[in-house]
């Protein structure tokens, strides 16, 4: 786990030289951060003034860990103080938010959100965002499994006085979220003493919690039905926890006030999207809203019936697709949850469509926003990859707008797939273009493993070893090798052929080919590895290692990747007059994009081009097979 580490004499020391945002700033950057100039105005400021407290609270001998990152997602948190609890002589870590503002108020008449004064949108109350980090520590850190009360947090506004920061205060506090201002220091630097011995240094405790055990993840599917049925099983931080909250506000003031509001959430792959869509879905549920969820993937509709909604047809019920709108009664629910709203498409039209319904089609945005008092939209905008779709930001904003629709828009930031690398996710990025950086060296992390394989028989063997390790594993590849249907005696043809070496696509359908699951369940049922996915399969789904096959598609020439459409053989981008180049350009990239950003601990690729497998091996400087170079 990634902290810097220091005592709190060391603090005092680099804070008052003002070597602190320096030496900082150097530890991200070793770590696959950029650091933004705010930043380190914010720790020049900041930290100077708690490495005094803690030093007028005669705390020298405390650790400090400075811009600690949470296990299994890219969130830091600002300072855990780690030493002995004065009392019980056990380890005690205080989590400390530490805030600059100097005006704030409750968001509306939210207890839970707040205006900051010269911030943009809403803020979650930063006794909730500290009470969440402890919550998520004690959720994975072994450490704290049987031990919850070793941890304690405080968000501490060193710049404010309490007349300006009054409506935050009335929130009742616990030892998860305690707040403290300027003109409460006094009680500030009491709390510390109480939590923390000063007599007793801190760095065993230190050591202990940064060699913890990382218990792992929560499996969206694993607990989907929980989530429903029970109670919340995953804790919420930050954007996510603002996302939720602007959804329940805005539910809450439709049925109080007969208004209707639109929530848009856009994040990248392992943002979190779906665990807000089901979050929500099991909160509404109990308080006895009408809500649904929808999406423009069978795989994804179906795997979420299957599991969340195992035992009950009331809850398969709830998940639909985005085309089972066309007739809905306007306002019909009080939710609707468009998951994966990047797939949003131009209208419902399908082959089975009536003909009656064909002739007065809508488009299907405006389905969706008249289909529910309070439209949730979720979406990742390079996750665009075929024809037709069109869901983004800007279409749905306008769509709203036109309607005289209230907007409130979320970014998601954080990563909490591709083991927490936000690092990762921004090298796929650059190297797919979707940024202006271009490809660059694979900077490493420790949180996640990149490797380059020489044959696609490496790169099976590699995740044939996890799978049967108890990991879970998917091979994935471009769409560039025709498919299939089953021959007659019930086997696939194995289509995808490099060489000597061939293997079948995901089966095509629902059911089952042998021992080949339906295309539904590819991701998630064991059989599906012995077969290629698509990206139509591989969408919306995690798994802890992938392969990537990266197919003629996409070749590297002059230090680049370049697409070349006549090498996919997707019958969608056959015509150049419904798919410009340019559009299969971008739809290429954002495959391969998705299909490389669904691994939780780590991405083989291989390239059927010689020089495009030798560009990446130059890139990642690690192969399957070989040790990883030291940074």
């Given at each position: 786990?990634?902290?810097?580490?220091?005592?709190?004499?060391?603090?005092?020391?680099?804070?008052?030289?003002?070597?602190?945002?320096?030496?900082?700033?150097?530890?991200?950057?070793?770590?696959?951060?950029?650091?933004?100039?705010?930043?380190?105005?914010?720790?020049?400021?900041?930290?100077?003034?708690?490495?005094?407290?803690?030093?007028?609270?005669?705390?020298?001998?405390?650790?400090?860990?400075?811009?600690?990152?949470?296990?299994?997602?890219?969130?830091?948190?600002?300072?855990?103080?780690?030493?002995?609890?004065?009392?019980?002589?056990?380890?005690?870590?205080?989590?400390?938010?530490?805030?600059?503002?100097?005006?704030?108020?409750?968001?509306?008449?939210?207890?839970?959100?707040?205006?900051?004064?010269?911030?943009?949108?809403?803020?979650?109350?930063?006794?909730?965002?500290?009470?969440?980090?402890?919550?998520?520590?004690?959720?994975?850190?072994?450490?704290?499994?049987?031990?919850?009360?070793?941890?304690?947090?405080?968000?501490?506004?060193?710049?404010?006085?309490?007349?300006?920061?009054?409506?935050?205060?009335?929130?009742?506090?616990?030892?998860?979220?305690?707040?403290?201002?300027?003109?409460?220091?006094?009680?500030?630097?009491?709390?510390?003493?109480?939590?923390?011995?000063?007599?007793?240094?801190?760095?065993?405790?230190?050591?202990?919690?940064?060699?913890?055990?990382?218990?792992?993840?929560?499996?969206?599917?694993?607990?989907?039905?929980?989530?429903?049925?029970?109670?919340?099983?995953?804790?919420?931080?930050?954007?996510?926890?603002?996302?939720?909250?602007?959804?329940?506000?805005?539910?809450?003031?439709?049925?109080?006030?007969?208004?209707?509001?639109?929530?848009?959430?856009?994040?990248?792959?392992?943002?979190?999207?779906?665990?807000?869509?089901?979050?929500?879905?099991?909160?509404?549920?109990?308080?006895?809203?009408?809500?649904?969820?929808?999406?423009?993937?069978?795989?994804?509709?179906?795997?979420?019936?299957?599991?969340?909604?195992?035992?009950?047809?009331?809850?398969?019920?709830?998940?639909?697709?985005?085309?089972?709108?066309?007739?809905?009664?306007?306002?019909?629910?009080?939710?609707?949850?468009?998951?994966?709203?990047?797939?949003?498409?131009?209208?419902?039209?399908?082959?089975?469509?009536?003909?009656?319904?064909?002739?007065?089609?809508?488009?299907?945005?405006?389905?969706?926003?008249?289909?529910?008092?309070?439209?949730?939209?979720?979406?990742?905008?390079?996750?665009?990859?075929?024809?037709?779709?069109?869901?983004?930001v800007d279409i749905i904003t306008a769509y709203a707008r036109k309607l005289d629709l209230g907007i409130d828009l979320v970014s998601l930031h954080d990563q909490f797939r591709c083991g927490g690398s936000a690092a990762y996710e921004q090298w796929v990025l650059d190297l797919l273009g979707l940024t202006s950086t271009g490809p660059t060296a694979w900077p490493g992390d420790d949180r996640f493993e990149l490797r380059v394989a020489e044959t696609p028989e490496e790169l099976e063997a590699f995740l044939a070893a996890k799978q049967e390790?108890?990991?879970?594993?998917?091979?994935?590849?471009?769409?560039?090798?025709?498919?299939?249907?089953?021959?007659?005696?019930?086997?696939?043809?194995?289509?995808?052929?490099?060489?000597?070496?061939?293997?079948?696509?995901?089966?095509?359908?629902?059911?089952?080919?042998?021992?080949?699951?339906?295309?539904?369940?590819?991701?998630?049922?064991?059989?599906?590895?012995?077969?290629?996915?698509?990206?139509?399969?591989?969408?919306?789904?995690?798994?802890?290692?992938?392969?990537?096959?990266?197919?003629?598609?996409?070749?590297?020439?002059?230090?680049?990747?370049?697409?070349?459409?006549?090498?996919?053989?997707?019958?969608?981008?056959?015509?150049?007059?419904?798919?410009?180049?340019?559009?299969?350009?971008?739809?290429?990239?954002?495959?391969?994009?998705?299909?490389?950003?669904?691994?939780?601990?780590?991405?083989?690729?291989?390239?059927?081009?010689?020089?495009?497998?030798?560009?990446?091996?130059?890139?990642?400087?690690?192969?399957?097979?070989?040790?990883?170079?030291?940074?």
């Amino acid at each position: 786990m990634s902290a810097f580490r220091v005592s709190a004499a060391g603090l005092l020391r680099l804070a008052t030289e003002g070597s602190l945002p320096d030496r900082l700033a150097e530890h991200l950057r070793m770590n696959g951060h950029g650091v933004h100039p705010a930043e380190r105005t914010s720790w020049s400021r900041s930290l100077l003034i708690l490495a005094q407290d803690l030093a007028d609270a005669g705390l020298s001998r405390v650790e400090v860990l400075v811009e600690y990152q949470l296990p299994l997602t890219s969130r830091r948190i600002d300072v855990v103080l780690a030493g002995v609890h004065p009392q019980t002589g056990d380890d005690s870590f205080v989590v400390i938010e530490l805030k600059q503002w100097s005006y704030a108020t409750r968001y509306e008449d939210s207890d839970t959100l707040v205006d900051v004064e010269h911030a943009r949108g809403p803020r979650l109350h930063p006794g909730i965002q500290v009470g969440d980090y402890c919550q998520y520590l004690i959720d994975f850190l072994g450490l704290l499994a049987d031990r919850k009360n070793l941890v304690r947090g405080a968000a501490y506004l060193h710049n404010a006085v309490d007349r300006n920061v009054a409506e935050l205060l009335d929130r009742p506090a616990t030892e998860l979220s305690r707040i403290f201002t300027k003109e409460r220091r006094g009680d500030f630097l009491s709390y510390l003493r109480a939590s923390l011995d000063a007599t007793q240094p801190g760095a065993d405790a230190a050591d202990r919690f940064l060699k913890s055990t990382v218990r792992p993840s929560r499996h969206l599917l694993t607990y989907a039905a929980r989530e429903l049925k029970e109670r919340s099983h995953f804790t919420l931080l930050d954007e996510q926890r603002v996302a939720y909250e602007l959804v329940l506000r805005a539910v809450e003031r439709a049925r109080a006030h007969d208004h209707k509001s639109v929530v848009v959430v856009s994040g990248g792959p392992g943002s979190g999207k779906s665990v807000i869509a089901l979050s929500l879905l099991g909160e509404l549920a109990r308080q006895g809203r009408t809500v649904l969820h929808a999406t423009g993937s069978k795989s994804f509709t179906q795997t979420l019936r299957r599991y969340a909604g195992k035992g009950s047809t009331r809850l398969k019920n709830m998940f639909l697709y985005f085309n089972s709108f066309m007739t809905a009664e306007r306002n019909g629910v009080d939710v609707l949850i468009c998951d994966e709203a990047h797939r949003i498409r131009e209208n419902s039209v399908n082959r089975f469509t009536r003909a009656a319904q064909r002739d007065n089609a809508r488009a299907q945005l405006e389905e969706l926003l008249a289909a529910a008092r309070v439209p949730v939209f979720l979406l990742d905008e390079h996750q665009v990859v075929k024809p037709g779709e069109l869901g983004n930001v800007d279409i749905i904003t306008a769509y709203a707008r036109k309607l005289d629709l209230g907007i409130d828009l979320v970014s998601l930031h954080d990563q909490f797939r591709c083991g927490g690398s936000a690092a990762y996710e921004q090298w796929v990025l650059d190297l797919l273009g979707l940024t202006s950086t271009g490809p660059t060296a694979w900077p490493g992390d420790d949180r996640f493993e990149l490797r380059v394989a020489e044959t696609p028989e490496e790169l099976e063997a590699f995740l044939a070893a996890k799978q049967e390790a108890g990991e879970t594993a998917r091979m994935t590849a471009g769409y560039c090798w025709p498919w299939s249907d089953p021959l007659p005696g019930g086997t696939l043809v194995p289509d995808v052929r490099i060489g000597t070496w061939s293997r079948p696509w995901n089966v095509k359908n629902d059911r089952a080919v042998g021992d080949a699951p339906g295309s539904p369940f590819w991701a998630t049922d064991p059989g599906g590895f012995g077969q290629v996915g698509c990206v139509y399969t591989a969408q919306g789904f995690e798994y802890e290692w992938s392969g990537v096959i990266i197919g003629p598609d996409l070749v590297a020439r002059d230090g680049r990747l370049v697409t070349d459409r006549t090498a996919c053989k997707d019958p969608n981008f056959r015509s150049r007059t419904s798919v410009s180049d340019e559009r299969a350009d971008a739809l290429i990239r954002n495959t391969y994009k998705v299909l490389m950003t669904r691994g939780m601990r780590g991405t083989v690729l291989y390239a059927t081009d010689a020089e495009t497998r030798a560009f990446l091996a130059g890139l990642a400087a690690t192969h399957v097979g070989r040790t990883r170079p030291a940074r």
